[in-house]
C-alpha cells in the first residue's frame, strides 16, 4: 500500500540510511512523504549483491525515491570493490586534452579526451545502475584553480571551455546507460581555499567575475544539465548567505539570467558550510525558499528526522519541484550485472580506458 500512496510524488527530502540493510528507522524515514531520495555513502557498500538487495528493499517501500551516491571517479567513489571499475579523476581527462604527444593533429588530443569522458561517464553509469542505483551526483564543473584541496583533481581543468567539452562528453555517456547528471557546485568552488564539509569558505570575486569564468560551463551546458548542485561558499561581493541559500544566485542568476529548468539540490545540511543558515529545519526553509527543489541531509539521522518532523512546504513548491525529480528518475530498465558484462558498448567502453591508461 506505501508503494502505491507514493507512488511518482517524491518529497523534496533526500537522506541516507544507517548500515549495509534498511533498519525500522530507516524505513519510517523513507516511508515519509517528506522523502524524495535516498543518498549512499560507502559504509552502504559491501559487494554487488548486498548492494542490489538494498536498492531493491528501498525501491519496493517507495518506488518513486530516486537513490543517488556521490560516484566521480578519483577519490570520490563510493562502490570501489567486487568488479566496480576504479575510474580516473577528472584531471586525467583533462591531461589527455592538453597532451599534445598523443596527438597528430591539434585537436585530436581534444578528440580523444572527449571520447575517454563519454567512457567514463557510459561505465560509471551502467556499473551504478545494474546494481539498482538511479543517479550520480556528477560531474564537478568548478574550475582548478590550484586554491581549493577539496575541488583539486577532481576538476577536468582550470580553462572553463575544456571543462564544458568533457563534462558535456561524460554527460553524454551518463545518458548513454540511461543516468541524468548533476552539476555542481554552482557558481563554484574553485577559487574559495576552505572545505565547506568542516569550515565555511568565502570567495572575495566579483559577480562579474565569476559569470565569465566558473560560471560558463552551466551556461554553455544549458539544456542538456538535468540538476545542479550549489556551492556552500559566501560570495560577499553577491550575497551574504552561502550559494545554495541565495535567491540572487539561485533565482536571479541560475533560474531566471541563464535559463536553468531542472533540479536544484542543496549541498548537504549537516556540513559545516550550511551552519550560517542556523537549525537544520530552517537551513532548508531557506534553501527551498531560494529556489532549491530537493535538499540533502546526511550523517546525521537525528536531524533528519528533526526535518521530517517540521519542514512545512507549500502544495505548490511541491509540486514544482515534484516535476522537476521524476525527470531524473530512469526511464528504462538496467541491465544486470552479468548482461552488461557481455554488452559490446560496455566492453568497448572500458576497452578505451584502458587504452588511454585511465584504468588498469
Same mark, same amino acid.
Given at each position: 500500500?506505501?508503494?502505491?500512496?507514493?507512488?511518482?510524488?517524491?518529497?523534496?527530502?533526500?537522506?541516507?540510511?544507517?548500515?549495509?540493510?534498511?533498519?525500522?528507522?530507516?524505513?519510517?524515514?523513507?516511508?515519509?512523504?517528506?522523502?524524495?531520495?535516498?543518498?549512499?555513502?560507502?559504509?552502504?557498500?559491501?559487494?554487488?549483491?548486498?548492494?542490489?538487495?538494498?536498492?531493491?528493499?528501498?525501491?519496493?517501500?517507495?518506488?518513486?525515491?530516486?537513490?543517488?551516491?556521490?560516484?566521480?571517479?578519483?577519490?570520490?567513489?563510493?562502490?570501489?570493490?567486487?568488479?566496480?571499475?576504479?575510474?580516473?579523476?577528472?584531471?586525467?581527462?583533462?591531461?589527455?586534452?592538453?597532451?599534445?604527444?598523443?596527438?597528430?593533429?591539434?585537436?585530436?588530443?581534444?578528440?580523444?579526451?572527449?571520447?575517454?569522458?563519454?567512457?567514463?561517464?557510459?561505465?560509471?553509469?551502467?556499473?551504478?545502475?545494474?546494481?539498482?542505483?538511479?543517479?550520480?551526483?556528477?560531474?564537478?564543473?568548478?574550475?582548478?584553480?590550484?586554491?581549493?584541496?577539496?575541488?583539486?583533481?577532481?576538476?577536468?581543468?582550470?580553462?572553463? @571551455?575544456? $571543462?564544458?567539452?568533457?563534462?558535456?562528453?561524460?554527460? &553524454? %555517456?551518463?545518458?548513454? !546507460? /540511461?543516468?541524468?547528471?548533476? #552539476?555542481?557546485?554552482?557558481?563554484?568552488?574553485?577559487?574559495?581555499?576552505?572545505?565547506?564539509?568542516?569550515?565555511?569558505?568565502?570567495?572575495?570575486?566579483?559577480?562579474?567575475?565569476?559569470?565569465?569564468?566558473?560560471?560558463?560551463?552551466?551556461?554553455?551546458?544549458?539544456?542538456?544539465?538535468?540538476?545542479?548542485?550549489?556551492?556552500?561558499?559566501?560570495?560577499?561581493?553577491?550575497?551574504?548567505?552561502?550559494?545554495?541559500?541565495?535567491?540572487?544566485?539561485?533565482?536571479?542568476?541560475?533560474?531566471?539570467?541563464?535559463?536553468? @529548468?531542472? $533540479?536544484?539540490?542543496?549541498?548537504?545540511?549537516?556540513? &559545516? %558550510?550550511?551552519?550560517? !543558515? /542556523?537549525?537544520?529545519?530552517? #537551513?532548508?526553509?531557506?534553501?527551498?525558499?531560494?529556489?532549491?527543489?530537493?535538499?540533502?541531509?546526511?550523517?546525521?539521522?537525528?536531524?533528519?528526522?528533526?526535518?521530517?518532523?517540521?519542514?512545512?512546504?507549500?502544495?505548490?513548491?511541491?509540486?514544482?519541484?515534484?516535476?522537476?525529480?521524476?525527470?531524473?528518475?530512469?526511464?528504462?530498465?538496467?541491465?544486470?550485472?552479468?548482461?552488461?558484462?557481455?554488452?559490446?558498448?560496455?566492453?568497448?567502453?572500458?576497452?578505451?580506458?584502458?587504452?588511454?591508461?585511465?584504468?588498469?
Amino acid at each position: 500500500m506505501a508503494q502505491n500512496l507514493h507512488q511518482s510524488s517524491p518529497g523534496p527530502v533526500t537522506l541516507d540510511v544507517i548500515g549495509l540493510e534498511l533498519n525500522a528507522e530507516d524505513r519510517r524515514r523513507i516511508l515519509h512523504p517528506l522523502t524524495g531520495g535516498v543518498i549512499l555513502f560507502g559504509r552502504n557498500f559491501s559487494n554487488r549483491k548486498q548492494l542490489s538487495k538494498l536498492t531493491a528493499e528501498i525501491k519496493k517501500l517507495r518506488s518513486d525515491v530516486l537513490i543517488s551516491i556521490d560516484h566521480e571517479g578519483g577519490r570520490v567513489q563510493r562502490c570501489k570493490a567486487d568488479g566496480f571499475t576504479h575510474l580516473p579523476t577528472m584531471r586525467k581527462l583533462g591531461e589527455i586534452w592538453m597532451s599534445k604527444s598523443q596527438a597528430s593533429l591539434p585537436a585530436e588530443s581534444a578528440a580523444l579526451a572527449m571520447a575517454a569522458a563519454t567512457a567514463c561517464g557510459y561505465v560509471l553509469a551502467a556499473e551504478l545502475r545494474a546494481c539498482g542505483v538511479d543517479f550520480s551526483f556528477t560531474p564537478v564543473l568548478d574550475l582548478d584553480f590550484g586554491r581549493s584541496a577539496v575541488i583539486g583533481d577532481r576538476s577536468f581543468s582550470r580553462d572553463p @571551455q575544456i $571543462v564544458f567539452a568533457l563534462a558535456k562528453s561524460l554527460n &553524454e %555517456g551518463l545518458r548513454m !546507460a /540511461g543516468m541524468a547528471n548533476c #552539476g555542481k557546485h554552482f557558481p563554484g568552488h574553485g577559487w574559495a581555499e576552505a572545505d565547506s564539509h568542516i569550515a565555511i569558505p568565502v570567495d572575495e570575486r566579483s559577480l562579474e567575475e565569476i559569470l565569465n569564468d566558473d560560471a560558463k560551463p552551466y551556461e554553455w551546458l544549458d539544456l542538456s544539465l538535468a540538476a545542479v548542485m550549489p556551492a556552500h561558499v559566501i560570495y560577499p561581493k553577491v550575497d551574504k548567505l552561502p550559494a545554495g541559500f541565495s535567491k540572487i544566485w539561485l533565482h536571479s542568476v541560475l533560474r531566471q539570467e541563464l535559463g536553468f @529548468q531542472g $533540479v536544484i539540490f542543496s549541498d548537504d545540511l549537516s556540513m &559545516e %558550510g550550511a551552519s550560517v !543558515a /542556523g537549525s537544520v529545519v530552517k #537551513g532548508a526553509e531557506l534553501a527551498l525558499d531560494a529556489g532549491c527543489d530537493a535538499v540533502l541531509i546526511c550523517n546525521r539521522p537525528d536531524l533528519a528526522d528533526e526535518l521530517l518532523a517540521k519542514l512545512k512546504v507549500s502544495a505548490a513548491k511541491e509540486s514544482e519541484s515534484r516535476l522537476r525529480l521524476n525527470r531524473l528518475m530512469p526511464t528504462a530498465s538496467a541491465a544486470n550485472w552479468d548482461e552488461l558484462q557481455k554488452q559490446a558498448e560496455y566492453q568497448h567502453a572500458k576497452g578505451l580506458l584502458v587504452e588511454f591508461g585511465l584504468i588498469k
